[in-house]
């Protein structure tokens, strides 16, 4: 998106998102399940990332933290609820109808996306400005591979990414997979495990903009970054280590869980703040990239760690590792460069 612009590239995205819900609709063998998947997470990719972009391009630069802060509250929003609808039209109808729906909706967006999403219009000397360097560019891969490296270059970058990577991952693992986990070890009824999952993500629907509004308003990004992620290592220890635990407490926890991992987003924040105009798509994609990959390991490595049929203190001994990556992911906090500016 930093070379091509947000027009072309997400109409595509949209595309593949579209031919992936197809393809699971025509799914009858495992290789076709594995084509989808790789489809779809094609296009998905550019979801997140680009509409924070396209809030980058059009609102103004002390916007951009708020714009992708709303971008993910939205996202958390249709992951709480997506589920329970889901659930509910698959009484309806066939999943391949429902999945044929939501293809024949994602045409409908690839010609909204073609007809509606637009660059900015510069001006004459940006214009003659972005003509040179048009010229002057290598190529493609090269490029990217040039940009990607000015950023990491960048200590702000880094420790941003490392800071919302553990922050995200930790709440992805915990409201999708190991807190339902974690409960149904306590006794609780299994359908618990689908409220706790929604739970975690409306808290980060909170969450998400409600720190970049706060860090606005303090002119500070560095301190409610670092307080959020501390404040999510309690909660999440609270989740893993209460000896005994009732279901309201568990929901509120959650809950605090998914709202203190919305400090996260000011990773991307200060990632954005920290670059030049043309490297903030590249800035969002390492953080963003970062989120996901600590969020896989976060899933994955602990259950390595469990036996078979683990018991309750077994789950506390795999789980250690997330409070303490969150406890160095604020200590990380600490040494960003902060890009706080007043706003009006």
């Not at 799914?27 to 399940?33: H, I, P, V």
């Not at 404040?231 to 209460?242: H, M, R």
């Not at 795999?318 to 604020?330: F, H, S």
Request: net charge positive; charged share 10%.
């Amino acid at each position: 998106m930093d070379r091509f612009g947000s027009r072309p590239l997400l109409t595509i995205a949209v595309a593949f998102v579209t031919a992936g819900a197809f393809l699971y609709a025509q799914t009858t063998s495992m290789a076709t399940l594995i084509a989808a998947q790789v489809v779809l997470a094609i296009g998905s990719a550019f979801g997140f990332v680009g509409a924070g972009y396209l809030g980058g391009q059009w609102f103004p630069a002390a916007r951009y933290g708020l714009m992708f802060g709303l971008v993910q509250c939205l996202a958390s929003l249709g992951s709480a609820f997506g589920q329970p609808i889901i659930s509910w039209q698959l009484t309806q109808v066939s999943w391949q109808q429902l999945l044929n729906g939501f293809g024949a909706a994602g045409v409908l967006l690839i010609v909204l996306f073609a007809l509606l999403v637009r660059n900015p219009s510069p001006g004459p000397e940006t214009l003659a400005q972005t003509t040179a360097a048009k010229a002057a560019r290598p190529p493609l891969l090269s490029s990217i591979f040039r940009d990607l490296g000015a950023c990491f270059r960048n200590r702000n970058v880094v420790l941003s990414a490392a800071l919302a990577g553990v922050s995200f991952g930790s709440m992805l693992a915990m409201g999708v997979l190991w807190g339902p986990r974690i409960m149904e070890a306590r006794g609780a009824e299994t359908s618990l495990g689908a409220i706790l999952t929604a739970m975690s993500w409306l808290g980060l629907a909170v969450g998400a903009p409600l720190f970049n509004v706060l860090s606005d308003h303090w002119n500070n990004r560095r301190i409610p970054a670092v307080v959020g992620v501390l404040l999510q290592a309690v909660a999440v220890a609270l989740l893993i280590y209460l000896p005994s635990e009732t279901n309201s407490v568990s929901v509120v926890t959650m809950f605090c869980v998914g709202l203190f991992s919305g400090a996260h987003m000011l990773g991307f924040t200060v990632a954005g703040e920290s670059v030049p105009g043309k490297l903030v798509g590249s800035s969002a994609a390492i953080v963003n990239g970062i989120c996901f990959i600590i969020g896989g390991l976060l899933q994955a490595v602990p259950g390595k760690l469990l036996s078979q049929s683990p018991a309750l203190a077994d789950y506390g001994h795999a789980l250690l590792i997330m409070p303490i990556l969150l406890v160095l992911g604020a200590l990380a906090g600490l040494f960003i460069k902060d890009t706080g500016t007043r706003t009006a």
